[in-house]
């Protein structure tokens, strides 16, 4: 599979041209934070979760997990310990649950070849074992708001574990978050509904079939494409948008949704609800959260998009890290490490907590609570890649 087939397959959106401008009005950029890579030479490298006191969860484009280890040593370089692998040809999501588990989560693909479906690894599995199938999930759970004649697409792309033992999944194609309990139990959380945007400058007048397509400045409606979910420090659940054809720069949303919901619509008509709530708008491509002390960080995949992305435009690939913080009634967005990521893929937040059941086995260096968030960010998520570190 190409990778503009994997952004198509992604997006569930049409391969179309167009030379698009970074959308950065309401943005506050930050000049002194650095991308300091930790570990290099990472084939696409995307999920990562960082467990405390310098171990790291990593995922590869051929479905390898790994362990970073930090080494405690001054300038020791760090170990990478590869723990397993899962089926698929996209670096798939992962999280750490309770009592040393770990989830993997796969994309689309074929049926019957291991995509779409969550896995469960811990110390002792000769190979991850499959808990739950999205796509048969979503064949009986139709998206109502399905743009593109494919009501029960499937593409599971983010990944969140909670407390109880349950995970969430926000599923880009199903336009929809799923919670799923380690017995394969589920229920659906919240489906998003799409937004009407304005069609951006530099489309071609036909689509690859020869069909019209609408003009620059037209009003039509676009999928919300759901691709990450994280856990605030405040409970609630996040969820991020990369937004669809004609994936518009600045319409990418950020929801805050109640815990233990079920059935909650997020509507960009309607974006105070009880069980959801419009967190930010104003961002372009999200692809992954992750939960800070204050805020919510977002990873763009591309700040021009990623339609302008799949089809070369000029710096295209440059993605960013945004700091998402709200004050009263308004949404507060950083760019940290300005220009400097390249197609990245995903982010988790660095901290004191302590997982026991991995520090027996491996000693991390130890970093604990610092004045602000570590951040730790994968990508480029196609070829050679590194996991880094911000802040």
Request: proline fraction near 8%; aromatic fraction near 8%; charge should be negative.
């Amino acid at each position: 599979m190409s990778n503009l087939r994997k952004i198509s397959v992604l997006a569930g959106a049409l391969l179309l041209a167009a030379p698009f401008t970074p959308a950065s009005a309401g943005h506050h950029h930050g000049d002194d934070d650095t991308l300091d890579p930790l570990v290099e030479g990472l084939d696409g490298p995307r999920g990562v979760d960082h467990l405390g006191h310098g171990l790291t969860l990593v995922t590869e484009t051929d479905g390898t997990f790994s362990l970073v280890v930090e080494r405690r040593r001054k300038h020791a370089e760090p170990h990478v310990v590869e723990l397993g692998s899962v089926p698929g040809e996209f670096a798939p999501a992962i999280a750490a649950g309770r009592h040393g588990k770990v989830y993997i989560l796969t994309g689309a693909g074929a049926p019957g070849t291991g995509a779409a479906t969550l896995y469960v690894w811990r110390w002792g599995y000769d190979e991850p074992r499959p808990v739950f199938d999205v796509a048969a999930y979503q064949a009986d759970d139709l998206d109502p708001d399905d743009l593109e004649d494919a009501p029960d697409e499937s593409n599971p792309y983010g990944l969140a574990a909670l407390k109880d033992g349950s995970v969430l999944i926000a599923d880009a194609a199903g336009n929809d978050l799923i919670r799923v309990w380690p017995r394969g139990y589920a229920v659906t959380v919240a489906r998003f509904k799409p937004r009407v945007v304005e069609v951006p400058d530099g489309l071609p007048a036909t689509d690859p079939d020869g069909n019209p397509l609408p003009p620059a400045g037209a009003e039509i409606p676009s999928e919300s494409v759901p691709t990450s979910v994280t856990v605030g420090r405040d409970g609630y659940w996040y969820v991020g948008e990369l937004r669809g054809f004609p994936a518009t720069p600045g319409t990418s949303e950020i929801w805050r949704i109640k815990p233990g919901s079920v059935d909650a619509t997020c509507d960009p008509e309607r974006p105070w609800n009880r069980k959801c709530s419009l967190y930010a708008d104003g961002l372009t491509s999200v692809v992954d959260l992750a939960a800070g002390d204050r805020g919510i960080y977002a990873v763009s995949l591309s700040k021009q998009g990623w339609l302008a992305w799949e089809l070369g435009a000029e710096d295209s690939e440059i993605g960013g890290l945004f700091k998402v913080t709200r004050h009263r009634h308004h949404a507060h967005i950083r760019e940290l490490a300005e220009d400097q990521l390249v197609l990245p893929g995903g982010v988790d937040v660095g901290s004191g907590h302590r997982n026991r059941g991995w520090d027996r086995r491996y000693h991390g260096h130890g970093h604990g609570h610092r004045h602000g968030d570590r951040l730790y960010v994968t990508g480029p998520v196609f070829g050679p890649g590194a996991l880094s570190t911000v802040g």
